[in-house]
Each structure stands twice: as structure tokens, then as C-alpha cells.
């Protein structure tokens, strides 16, 4: 099937299996008939308001098939949506502001304060819904659309504290969709169950394939993972196939003890992203899901994903676990001085609205080629799969010693007695930090690594903390851990 615009997926799928969920939250489900005609009343609504090519911000509940329904109108209004998350502090919000200028929100309830920080028209989702569907409106926009429009602006952080749209177009999603379904061999029996907020890129593995398969996706409840046993009762109620969490969570989940041998029967993909995996964490999760195996992925929100593969056979813990062979269509140039060059046929067209900070990280080589400046080190292993050494900023000189901060965390995540941890280098006073949730003493616990790392890679002091301080996205909020190491230095 030749796809131009990626809600001929939807379409597609409505008129094949009308009947079939596709999405479901706590409160509500809608089957593909039912989510294209809310979309379309959604699209209605907005192409009402603005014209096409302008940026709406969605600030909504993430755990809702009406946010998945509202990114879907405004695509339908030839717009460019950008999820945002709602309870952001009010001076980041004012950033985000400040430099997407929107041509309109889309709200709801739990969005109403948020929408205050923006200087434009607001419109809640449920009036949006109520909208009469104007099919020849909707219709004249699609026969002006093109592929290479922007699609979605997601928003990440920044390296100076400002944060940065990353700009991804309707091809770019079209070809990730297609690519994803074939390397992980998705089909229309896949329940993906969503855990990542639909405004961390994570998402669109579980949005667009169940567009494209008719498949289903199970917005999984906010409070999941804060009570594990939560999240475990809900992938066997709707019998959930596929789960991608941040290797940071699976050691949450892990870590609380609710994984049992055979407790979870139905998972089939464990796929992992964002952060190094942690085997003995993936031994408990093989155990608790016999049929499941370990997915291991590699990307950004600029590059989506690079590298993915099915893992085969078991790694020590302390090993770097490969990311895998390339996707078909990406090449990696690796430098010394600027880490892995990548190139991919879904990069994205630069920061919105950013021209100075698009040119520091994307150019085009030699070849013609677009490329993305990713910051990471790497390499191929000897069976051709990418193996990511750590962020080119974590390489530090600690006691006359270049090295790598990775080396250090891989040693104290493969301590007994640690379930979380990470290590921060402080380099006004040269001191690198060890933080770990866990049993072990840190008395301990030092004895234990020195048994494994050089003197040089030793941490100068360990801190062991009751709770893991995460993002938003449940990645390990390693900027709140250098402030504690300033305050500390105070």
C-alpha cells in the first residue's frame, strides 16, 4: 500500500474493520469507525480556527484516547500538532511559549491552567468533538497536503535550559511506521500497551502501527507504575502483547517484587529504550513472561530509532548490551570528535523555529545526505551490531584518567543489593558521585566495586537514597541529581 498522508492508514483500517478497537483508557474505548469520526470532528473544529501548516498545542490528560484523538484532528486540519505535557511548571511552559508561538490549543480539563502561559485562542476537546463534520473542508485541506509537511513538533530539553522543538514531517512518520512493523514484525493481533505520555517520542511505536495494522492500544493508568502491581493486573486484564518502558522503569517494576515466574503470560515484546539495560533486571522479566523476548532500540527524538534487535543469548551484567543491526536506510559515520554522524530516512527537519541551534547538529555530508550530530559514542561489534558506549559529555578526567562515566554505573547496577543507580561527575571539584537505591550498605558496597574498577574509575562518594528521582518521561532525572552535588559542594 503507497501512503501519502498517514491517515490513510486510519482511513483504511476504519473501512476494513469498522468494528475493531483501537484505542482504550480507563474510562472509555473507541473502535477504528468510531476514532475516525471523532478525529474528523476534531479536524473540523480546528481547521475552523486556524489554517493549515500552523503549530496547536494539545495540552491534555496523557492517559486519554481523546488525546490520541486530538493529535489525529489536528493532522486532519493540515496542522502541525505539539503534545505538551500539562503539569509542567508555568516558567517552562512560558519557554515552550515563547518559542512555538501556536496558532492555537486544544485543551481539557486538566489542561485549562496550562493554556493560560500561551497568547492565542483555546479550544477544550470536548466542543472540539461536538463539532459537525465538514467534509468538504476537510477534503480541500488534504488535496493541498504533502508529505513533506510538518507533521509533529516534540519538545526536549535543552542543553542550556531552553527547550528545543524537534520538527518531524508526514513522510518521516510514514516511513518510521512501516519500518517498525516489519523489523519487529507487528500484525493486527498486537495489544500494545502504552505507558510512555504521548508527548516523549516513545509513543509513536504504539500510536501509528495500530493505525496501520488495526491493532490495539491500551493507555495503561496513570498510577501504573508508581503501584506496580497495578501495571501487572492491567497487561493480563487486556491481555497486552507489547510494553516499551525506559530500562529505568523495568528496574522499578522489578525491583518492587511483584514479578513472579509466569505471572505475566500474554507479553510477548519487552522492548526497551532511552537508558542502558540492566540484565539482571531483563533475567526477571524473562521469567515472569515465558513467551516473551527482550527488544533492545537505540534513537532519539531526532533521529527516532536507529537500531533495534531481538536479543538471543544472555549478557553478563557489567557488559554493554548491543542495540543491534540498523535499520535498512541508516548509515553512522564514528567520529572521535563529535561521536556517531547518523543519518536515517525519518531525521528530523531541524528545531522549530531555531535556526542557530539546527545548524550546530544537522548538515548534509558529502554524499548529499542529511545528518545528525547525536553526541553519542559508538561502535560495530564483531557481528555488525551497534554497540553505544555512552554520551560524548560523560567522558570526564577523573585522577589524570580519561573515562567513561558508563563504566563506573555499569559496575555499581551489577553490585548485589543495588536496584537503581547512577553516577554524576561534578567537574568544578572533580568529584564523581555514585547515587543507588538498595539494600546494600554503602560500606558495602564500596569493597564490592573496588572489586571490578580500576582506582581511577572508583567513585569518590556513594550516596544511597530511599526513592530514584524521575522525569517526566521515567528516565532517571540526572539534572536534580547535580543540583543535590552543587548544593552539597555549598
Known amino acids: 500500500m503507497s501512503v501519502n498522508n498517514i491517515l490513510e492508514f486510519l482511513e483504511e483500517t476504519a473501512r476494513k474493520t469498522p468494528e475493531r478497537i483501537a484505542f482504550a483508557d480507563e474510562s472509555e474505548s473507541l473502535t477504528f469507525g468510531e476514532f475516525l469520526q471523532r478525529t474528523r470532528a476534531i479536524g473540523s473544529a480546528v481547521s475552523e480556527m486556524v489554517p493549515p501548516r500552523q503549530p496547536v498545542a494539545v495540552l491534555m490528560n496523557d492517559r486519554s484516547v481523546n488525546t490520541v484523538a486530538a493529535l489525529m484532528g489536528i493532522v486532519y486540519a493540515g496542522c502541525c500538532y505539539v503534545p505538551l505535557d500539562a503539569s509542567l511548571p508555568e516558567e517552562r511552559l512560558a519557554l515552550i511559549a515563547q518559542s512555538l508561538c501556536p496558532a492555537l490549543v486544544l485543551m481539557d480539563m486538566k489542561g485549562e491552567k496550562a493554556a493560560r502561559s500561551f497568547d492565542c485562542p483555546a479550544i477544550h476537546v470536548s466542543d472540539a468533538i461536538g463539532h459537525d463534520i465538514d467534509a468538504r473542508r476537510l477534503d480541500e485541506i488534504r488535496a493541498q497536503a504533502s508529505a513533506d509537511d510538518p507533521m509533529a513538533i516534540m519538545y526536549t530539553s535543552g542543553s542550556t535550559g531552553i527547550p528545543k522543538g524537534v520538527v518531524q514531517s508526514m513522510r518521516s512518520h510514514i516511513l518510521y511506521t512501516t519500518a517498525t512493523i516489519e523489523k519487529y514484525d507487528f500484525t493486527a493481533d498486537t495489544v500494545f500497551g502504552n505507558q510512555s505520555p504521548f508527548f516523549y517520542a516513545n509513543s509513536i511505536i504504539d500510536i501509528f502501527p495500530t493505525l496501520a495494522l488495526g491493532a490495539k492500544t491500551v493507555i495503561l493508568p496513570a498510577g501504573a507504575l508508581a503501584f ?34 509466569g505471572c505475566l503470560p500474554h507479553l510477548k515484546y519487552i522492548v526497551l529504550s532511552g537508558e542502558a539495560a540492566h540484565w539482571a533486571t531483563l533475567e526477571k522479566w524473562l521469567a515472569a513472561a515465558p513467551e516473551a523476548d527482550v527488544w533492545n532500540f537505540y534513537g532519539s527524538t531526532e533521529m527516532y530509532s536507529v537500531a533495534v ?143 571490578v574498577l580500576p582506582r581511577y574509575a572508583m567513585p569518590d562518594k556513594v550516596h544511597q537514597l530511599a526513592e530514584m528521582p524521575y522525569t517526566p518521561t521515567m528516565k532517571i532525572d540526572r539534572k536534580k541529581m547535580h543540583m543535590m552535588c552543587e548544593n552539597w559542594q555549598k
Not at 492491567?234 to 528496574?251: A, D, G, K
Not at 534487535?309 to 553512522?332: A, Q, S
Not at 527537519?349 to 544537522?362: K, P, Q
Open 228 to 261: 506496580p502491581a497495578v501495571l501487572i493486573e492491567q497487561l493480563n486484564r487486556h491481555r497486552v502483547i507489547e510494553l516499551t518502558m525506559t530500562p529505568s522503569s523495568y528496574v522499578k517494576v522489578a525491583s518492587s517484587g511483584v514479578l513472579t515466574p
Open 309 to 451: 534487535w531481538k536479543l538471543t543469548k544472555t549478557y553478563e551484567d557489567g557488559r554493554t548490551i548491543p542495540v543491534g543491526p540498523l535499520f535498512d536506510g541508516v548509515e553512522i559515520v564514528f567520529t572521535e570528535e563529535e561521536g556517531m554522524l547518523v543519518h536515517t530516512p525519518w531525521l528530523a527537519e531541524g528545531y522549530y523555529r531555531d535556526e542557530h541551534r539546527t545548524e550546530a547538529v544537522f548538515f548534509t555530508g558529502e554524499d548529499g545526505k542529511r545528518y545528525y550530530r547525536s553526541g553519542d559514542m559508538g561502535m560495530m561489534d564483531e557481528e555488525n551490531h551497534l554497540v553505544v558506549l555512552g554520551r560524548k559529555d560523560t567522558q570526564i578526567k577523573h585522577m589524570g584518567y580519561r573515562m567513561e562515566i558508563g563504566e563506573t554505573e555499569l559496575a555499581l547496577l551489577s553490585a548485589q543489593g543495588v536496584k537503581e543507580g547512577c553516577c554524576i561527575f561534578d567537574k568544578d571539584s572533580g568529584v564523581l558521585h555514585a547515587f543507588y537505591t538498595g539494600e546494600v550498605d554503602p560500606k558495602a558496597l564500596t569493597p564490592i566495586l573496588k572489586k
